[in-house]
């Protein structure tokens, strides 16, 4: 389409700063006390926006993510099919858990997120995998479905910190995040990438599985917004730190595309760094959805397209909608 979508050098942040990742800014014995209060707050766990009251460290039922004391991990891999201001020449060094805070009917990635085959992980575990992913040379340390997970991640970050990890870290969620959770990760997390699903809480409910998905999300990304600001690259192309929006076009008008755009170029910035993501087939359990039964049409992707653009969008990434 019409203009140049990738980064100009205006939007770069300085080459010559030397980069540190937010957690190394915090002061002696903060990121330990982040980490003591999240696993405090398992207790009663409003870790999520689901705020389910459970108690993690002493039950085994009840929790939507079905997540207890430990985290789940699927895999942990070098990944090359992120954004190219992720993976760069070396990956992005991603961590997929499994579970999740959504209970989306046409996930892609379901055996994952519903059935969550995989084993537990300890916080020295997880921190392992952190400094493997460094040692590989990725670029970043990038969460796959971490909002359940903010304890698990906290302590195993204060590990993997005293044992030199340094990449940037990623938090690639849902948009699902509680502001008890994100108070926790101010100054820890560099790039939020989280999803805008939906603009319709009811269509959330529908497809998801979860309640107040407009409020709750659109909360989260001003909030992340707030700590991170726009996203700004290096002189690489590399994501240091900011936000970037990863938005999903659903066939039948379903994820509400004009009013996110309109949202983000109104309410958060218009600089906002935006995936407009194409890629919807249906899956799991969506081929017996009629409105989720089909490919977003081209029509649909141009409009998508167009409504970014009308708002005011320019940062769209490259990877997307085109
Ligand atoms: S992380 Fe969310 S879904 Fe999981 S127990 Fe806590 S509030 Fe519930």
């Known amino acids: 389409?019409?203009?140049?979508?990738?980064?100009?050098?205006?939007?770069?942040?300085?080459?010559?700063?030397?980069?540190?990742?937010?957690?190394?800014?915090?002061?002696?014995?903060?990121?330990?006390?982040?980490a003591d209060e999240a696993r405090r707050r398992l207790q009663a766990c409003d870790l999520c926006a689901n705020h389910c009251g459970v108690n993690r460290l002493a039950v085994t039922v009840g929790a939507t993510c079905n997540t207890y004391e430990r985290a789940r991990v699927h895999a942990a891999f070098p990944h090359h099919g992120e954004e190219d201001v992720l993976r760069g020449h070396a990956g992005s060094g991603t961590i997929f858990f499994s579970f999740c805070t959504l209970h989306c009917v046409y996930c892609q990635n379901w055996e994952i997120s519903w059935k969550g085959e995989s084993d537990l992980v300890s916080d020295e575990d997880l921190a392992g995998m952190m400094l493997e992913l460094q040692r590989q040379g990725c670029h970043n340390v990038n969460l796959v479905s971490p909002?359940?997970?903010?304890?698990?991640?906290?302590?195993?970050?204060?590990?993997?910190?005293?044992?030199?990890?340094?990449?940037?870290?990623?938090?690639?969620?849902?948009?699902?995040?509680?502001l008890e959770a994100l108070q926790l990760l101010d100054g820890v997390v560099?790039?939020?990438?989280?999803?805008?699903?939906?603009?319709?809480?009811?269509?959330?409910?529908?497809y998801s599985h979860v309640t107040g998905y407009r409020e709750v999300?659109?909360?989260a990304v001003k909030e992340m917004h707030r700590q991170v600001g726009d996203l700004t690259l290096d002189d690489r192309g590399l994501a240091r730190r900011g936000l970037l929006v990863r938005h999903l076009v659903l066939p039948?008008?379903?994820?509400?595309?004009?009013?996110?755009?309109?949202?983000?170029?109104?309410?958060?910035?218009?600089?906002?760094?935006?995936?407009?993501?194409?890629?919807?087939?249906?899956?799991?359990?969506?081929?017996?959805?009629?409105?989720?039964?089909?490919?977003?049409s081209s029509t649909e992707l141009r409009e998508a397209l167009a409504a970014a653009r009308r708002h005011g969008l320019t940062r769209l990434d490259p990877g997307g909608v085109s």
Not at 197 to 202: H, L, N, P, R, T
Not at 258 to 284: G, H, I, K
Request: aromatic letters at 8%; hydrophobic letters at 40%; one cysteine or more.
């Open 147 to 178: 909002s359940h997970v903010v304890a698990q991640v906290l302590a195993a970050l204060c590990l993997a910190v005293e044992r030199g990890l340094r990449l940037p870290l990623v938090w690639n969620s849902g948009g699902f995040d509680s």
């Open 190 to 206: 560099d790039i939020y990438m989280p999803d805008m699903k939906y603009a319709d809480s009811g269509v959330a409910r529908q």
């Open 252 to 296: 039948s008008g379903l994820a509400g595309t004009d009013d996110v755009m309109r949202f983000l170029a109104e309410e958060v910035s218009p600089r906002t760094w935006v995936n407009l993501m194409d890629q919807y087939r249906p899956c799991y359990r969506s081929g017996n959805v009629e409105a989720l039964a089909r490919r977003p």
């Open 217 to 219: 999300n659109r909360a």
């Open 1 to 34: 389409m019409a203009s140049s979508r990738h980064a100009s050098p205006t939007e770069l942040s300085s080459p010559d700063e030397p980069f540190e990742p937010a957690y190394l800014l915090l002061r002696t014995g903060e990121l330990r006390a982040r």
